[in-house]
């Protein structure tokens, strides 16, 4: 079979390149921030009936779950209990581990003997990835193959700091904002596609540092033969960066055409330009960076074009972007960024919320989400920078939609701006989100309260 068609009216494209096909008939649930996000993830285990299988990128020591849960390994060993199969890919950086002990959980020996002390049964892989990149998927997927299955793509990290309610109260802590995606239906599958292929391809899976427990054996897991029932009526794909090379079973998704995964998947980078290029009337990003120059060039394009751009990052930039502002070689792309200011429509935007004495804490933008024309919307995990379209593997979904994706628009901008703008087309909103932004800038200057999150900030020096 080939990839399934968009129904006529939908302007924004899906890949046709990549290993999974559009399917129809899911149902989507973003989930903001991270409390809820996690206690929607820790309904949806509890409730399992078979089995939880979570692919984990950073993680810290002190990570709970909401609710009195306890931390992760509380939450899998309940699961076990009750008879259920429960795997976990963790990601391993050995030199990371010596840089910065403690961001992820690489496997260490004290890590795999806690474990063992504790009476965990799990089931545990470690993955390393090529150089420097990371394994950076954050997925969980509940009763794989089953009636029941629901899957969760997106971004939050296993950190005490995500685990924040919506608002985002200041904290004595970091706090961030983030988003899950949770799926039902046949786009689950491609989510368990993805899952085997990488537990049978786990880098570490058959070291005895590289499993748990270590004297198991962690067996193959099969393919999906199958996609999931239809669970609702939006369409729905499943994109990825994966490195050329790293996996070498091409087992095809039902449904798929034959990919040749030694080449590698650029799947989300080539939606991402799809959409913006696609862009009649709005674009809205939330993400962790404003690195990757292709993207910058394809904002420019869509700015001339009369698209109203918002773009929400951290306010205080990731130190990538600090450091590249001082080489050389990076002079061209901030010269481009730069020149976004010149767009009338064009708002770079940062996040912020009082202390009891008034002072602003800085919200860290962790999310990775795109909305366009309240019609088209990606959440996952990979960030707007070159090491996430080329380099560390990545997993995010897009979906078409035009109720859900302006639910969720109504939704993010209730946050940020306190206001509902179910009364305004996406073109109205994101003017009044610019607005408000630009206003708030303002007010922070003189040091007046915000009206919301949202306050502007100027392209032309972010990360200076």
């Known amino acids: ?14 890949i046709s390149s990549g290993p999974y096909p559009l ?114 998927q954050k997925s969980w997927l509940v009763d794989a193959g089953t009636e029941g299955e629901i899957a969760f793509v997106g971004g939050i990290n296993l950190g005490q700091d995500s685990t924040v309610p919506v608002g985002h109260p200041a904290t004595d802590g970091g706090n961030v904002h983030d988003v899950y995606l949770e799926l039902q239906g046949p786009s689950g599958t491609d989510v368990h596609h993805n899952f ?33 029932e239809p669970r609702g009526e939006v369409p729905v794909q499943i994109q990825r960066t994966v490195r050329a090379g790293r996996y070498t079973d091409d087992t095809a998704t039902p449904g798929g055409e034959p990919f040749a995964i030694e080449r590698g998947d650029k799947t989300i980078l080539a939606q991402y330009l799809a959409a913006l290029q696609a862009a009649k009337h709005t674009i809205y990003v939330e993400d962790q960076a404003i690195g990757y120059a292709p993207v910058v060039d394809a904002l420019h394009d869509a700015l001339r074009r009369g698209v109203q751009v918002v773009f929400l990052v951290p306010a205080e930039p990731n130190q990538d972007m600090v450091k590249a502002r001082t080489d050389p070689k990076a002079k061209a792309f901030f010269d481009s ?55 560390d593997t990545e997993l995010n979904a897009s979906f078409w939609c035009t109720k859900a994706v302006r639910a969720f628009r109504v939704e993010l901008l209730a946050e940020h701006l306190g206001r509902d703008t179910s009364d305004l087309d996406d073109r109205g909103a994101l003017s009044l989100y610019a607005e408000i932004a630009r206003d708030n800038a303002a007010r922070r200057a003189r040091g007046d309260a915000l009206s919301g999150l949202a306050f502007a900030l100027e392209a032309s020096t972010y990360g200076a």
């Open 23 to 136: 399917r129809h008939g899911n149902r989507v649930r973003p989930l903001v921030d991270g409390e809820p996000a996690f206690r929607r993830i820790c309904e949806a285990v509890e409730a399992a009936s078979d089995s939880v299988w979570v692919t984990v990128a950073f993680m810290s020591r002190d990570f709970a779950m909401p609710d009195g849960r306890g931390s992760l390994f509380d939450v899998l060993d309940a699961a076990v209990a009750r008879g259920l199969d429960v795997r976990v890919i963790f990601w391993r950086h050995t030199l990371l581990e010596q840089i910065k002990p403690g961001t992820h959980y690489s496997g260490t020996e004290p890590e795999r003997q806690a474990l063992a002390d504790r009476g965990s049964r799990f089931h545990a892989v470690w993955d390393q990835a090529d150089g420097n990149y990371c394994q950076h």
């Open 337 to 391: 960024l730069t020149a976004l200011d010149d767009h009338a429509h064009f708002t770079l935007v940062g996040i912020a919320s009082p202390r009891e004495d008034g002072e602003l804490q800085n919200i860290y933008v962790h999310a990775k989400i795109a909305l366009v024309d309240d019609h088209w919307c990606t959440v996952g995990s990979t960030n707007i920078a070159a090491r996430s379209f080329h380099g």
């Open 196 to 228: 085997v292929q990488r537990w049978n391809g786990a880098s570490d899976r058959q070291q005895p540092d590289g499993r748990f427990p270590a004297d198991v054996e962690p067996g193959l897991l099969a393919f999906p033969t199958r996609p999931s």
């Open 1 to 14: 079979m080939g990839q399934s068609m968009l129904p006529a009216g939908h302007h924004v494209p899906s």
